[in-house]
């Protein structure tokens, strides 16, 4: 007994670590590669996109080929079963295509958030996808919220604005342009938040309606998501493309930012269900308080004001708020 209590307590543990680095991991080094000198062109994220998307497909056909005891046979006939055996698995493995395109516009529209915004700032504000999935889950799932719920979707929207209200201390030549980028790292958060809280939903519709596999469903998303992502290449940077190369301006740093944007997902994926919501609000909490003092200290790119630390800490707060589960009241019995 006490064995297995250890072994679910190192499991939380390790998993509440996992979360922690891979969030606060892939806001800093993806904001340190949008504003690091760089000698030549700078690197194109849409290609980033790209890149994390064919890693993510390889690695699950991988699992697939692992679990079908590393047999070619096995694994193309279960493919062929859960994807294209018949008329339903080909019409739900199409319905696929629209969370798989709403993920490649979020992530392409968090790569330039993180060019205009500091980690901090882009990360508190993202927490509105809370909001976003929350207004989802109502009208597309019918889920109800608790009293709770609609308290914590209220602070965090304040804390955000607290978060994204101007210092006042900043020298004026420099205001107009911080102001503008505020503006349109807000819309890109902003724009995300919704791709991500309906891309999140419609997927959880997709996967409770279903018997196929979570990995098969991973494979689906990142085949679309490609496709998806090379569309957005040829319409946004084709001729620089053509010019530099599809890999131009790639080093260590942009190679770490694609692996994390790929196995991110997937590395969640395995470890959420260790994680209960106080100890997601932890990781998320945590995340916001290291990514703060990083882009602060490390980086320099962020003045962390009153209003900056009481909007933070606002949503962390609303966070945690969110994620608590009120005790149900005993159903008295009459004797």
Known sequence: MNRANDT????????????????????LTLRYSQTQKSEGPRYLSSTAVVCAEIIKLITCIFVIYRNSGYRVSGMLSE???????TPQTRSDSLKVAVP??????????LFFALKKLDAATYQVTYQLKILTTAFFSVTMLGKSLHRYNWLALLLLTGGVALVQYPSGDSPSQS???????????LAAVLAACFSSGFAGVYFEKILKTSKVSLWIRNIQLAFFSVFGALFVCWLYDWEAISNDGFLRGYNGIIWIVVLLQAYGGLVIALVVKYADNILKGFAVSLSIILSSFTSWLVLGDLTITTTFAIGATIVIFATFLYG???KKSPVAHNA
């Not at 679910?8 to 806001?27: E, G, H, M, P, R």
């Not at 798989?100 to 529209?109: E, G, K, P, R, W």
């Not at 107009?176 to 980028?181: C, V």
């Open 324 to 326: 608590h589960e009120p």
């Open 175 to 185: 205001a107009h342009h911080d102001a503008s980028d505020n503006i349109m790292g």
């Open 100 to 109: 798989a395109i709403m993920y490649v516009i979020q992530n392409n529209l």
């Open 8 to 27: 679910s307590s190192n499991l939380k543990l390790i998993s509440l670590v996992v979360l922690i680095v891979q969030t606060t991991a892939l806001v």
């Open 79 to 85: 493919l062929n079963r859960e994807i294209f055996a």
